[in-house]
């Protein structure tokens, strides 16, 4: 039966795939099995990481990669291709990173860090970036997550993205998440970082940076960060 994000939304299965950077903590996750894709157009532009940074061109932005992180995108691309989807060039993940691999456990929050690119078809009525926190807010509420803040423009450099926040206690730790998103060239394209505390992801947002060509800001402002 499928819930009500599957059936307005048929892009949720991204979104299942961000929370997997969730789920990696001290318990053990296991990777999806390959399967065939197809790749979105802004994917297949773009270059395999280098020196710790991948670079994705079509979109405008540099990511550095923390030092020694497990680099798990074909894996989790490979999830993306489920049997059930009418068309799997409408989602891709672009890159997903971890502190250490899923597989194994540990003590400690696995942080980790998921680029996403969806079809903007796959969201009919979005107009905004902050739009696309209404289906998002759904799936991960349904996993556990409160909303710590709702969605508020956060600068990234000289470029402004709709950002949410959560946060998810599980036994003993305390998962951070922060989302940002943005809608370009008829995509919806997200970025989730999950840490241990808001230190950690604070850390890790530093990594993302856009060219001067993509600063440009777009989008009613959304309310405040509380």
């Known amino acids: ?38 790749k979105l157009p802004v994917a297949e532009a773009t270059p395999a990481v280098s020196q710790g940074l991948y670079r994705n061109p079509s979109f405008g932005f540099v990511y550095k990669i923390p030092f020694g992180w497990v680099d798990r995108t074909a894996e989790m691309r490979a999830g993306d291709a489920s049997p059930d989807s009418t068309d799997p ?5 672009l890159l997903g990173v971890f502190e250490r691999p899923p597989e194994t456990t540990g003590d400690t929050v696995n942080s980790a860090v998921v680029i996403a690119a969806e079809s903007v078809s796959s969201y009919p009525g979005l107009k905004t970036a902050a739009d696309y926190f209404g289906p998002l807010d759904e799936v991960i509420t349904a996993k556990g997550f409160k909303v710590v803040n709702e969605p508020y423009l956060f600068p990234v450099g000289g470029k402004q993205l709709a950002r ?14 922060a989302t940002l998103v ?9 970025f989730t970082f999950i840490g241990g505390s808001q230190d950690d992801v604070d850390t890790l947002l530093e990594g993302l940076r856009f ?14 960060k509380k």
């Open 1 to 38: 039966m499928q819930d009500r994000s599957q059936a307005r939304f048929p892009g949720y299965r991204t979104i299942a795939a961000l929370l997997v950077g969730a789920a990696a903590t001290a318990a053990q996750t296991a990777n999806p099995a390959p399967r065939s894709t197809k």
């Open 89 to 93: 060039a409408k989602a891709e993940v």
């Open 164 to 177: 949410s926040d959560f946060s998810k206690d599980r036994e003993k730790l305390t998962l951070e998440q």
């Open 182 to 190: 943005m809608v370009d060239k008829g995509y919806v394209v997200s």
């Open 211 to 224: 060219s001067a060509a993509h600063r440009s800001a777009g989008g009613p402002a959304p309310p405040p």
